[in-house]
């Protein structure tokens, strides 16, 4: 298994991350430079942020250095600091790596306007930056900005990272249509919501599923889950509405990215369990983030260590 093997080798997970900070970084280039600027569009978070004040700077002899990718790597710097205080060291590196190359991607790549349709522009423009930041921050990074901000708040509030995307990105759509006219912020309306849909297609980290198990194999089971997917599992009692032979029941709430784990768990242990996922709406109690498994692995690792 691919994670399996970037987990155990840091050096090719280092290169791993290292390509999709890049595709990021090309993403949210293209996406800006022959799509947004070219039509007139305004993009989410700091990058959009960005293209309003370069509106004003360009009327000034350092028009040529404040431009949108610089003011966009300015403008990142306090919200790397707050990444650095509350996301991890780890998290704010790789988020550096990302926004330093997406600052030079922006200004390599050239402006050039693939569509005189706005709408064009706002669809294929949002999608395109979607991908960039639903990526990065599907293994672990982000493009910097808002998006800093909104992981935060949703490890706070657990609401979908593209809702609150969305949320903050409002000052973006008023400030466009007070400068502009109201069309070009309908249409940077339109850029701002695809793009949400799509980091919360890719980015799926934040979508609960309950999984209920009944197995006849349950000590195996729950060292299996407890060791590989570092879960907590509540044991149920059931009985066969048909045999009347009592079966345990095991719920385990997890992550959409976890799920292919866990098949894979009750593939090798039990081939003949039964098993119902259910999408899960909100998840109120002790829970372990991505993260936080990631440190129990490791103290569990240490201490299996020290035992032998």
Known sequence: MINQYLSNNPKANFVFQLIIALFSATCFGVALNMFYIPGNVYSSGVTGLAQLLAYFTQQTPFGHILNTANLYFLLNVPLLILSWLKLGRHFTLMTILVVILTTIMTNVIP????SQ?????????????????????????????????????????????????????????????????????????????????????????????????VTNNTTEMLRNIHQRLVRGVTILDGRGGYTGENRDVLMVVINRYELHSLQLIIAETDPKAFV??????????????????????EEVRLREQMIV
Do not use: C
């Open 276 to 297: 119902n996922i259910i999408q899960s709406t909100k998840v109120i109690g002790h829970y372990l983030n991505k993260t936080q498994q990631l440190e129990m692995r």
């Open 117 to 213: 349709e706005p709408l064009l522009n706002a669809i294929i423009g949002g999608v395109i930056s979607g991908i960039g930041a639903g990526t990065v921050i599907k293994y672990g990074m982000s493009g910097g900005g808002l998006d800093i901000l909104t992981i935060y708040l949703s490890r706070v509030t657990s609401m979908n990272v593209g809702s609150l995307t969305f949320l903050i990105n409002l000052i973006v759509i008023f400030g466009s249509g007070i400068l502009f006219n109201w069309e070009v912020a309908l249409f940077s309306l339109i850029a701002i919501y695809v793009s949400g849909r799509m980091i919360d297609t890719i980015h799926t980290n934040e979508q609960r599923l309950t999984v209920f198990i």
């Open 111 to 114: 402006t050039v306007g693939v």
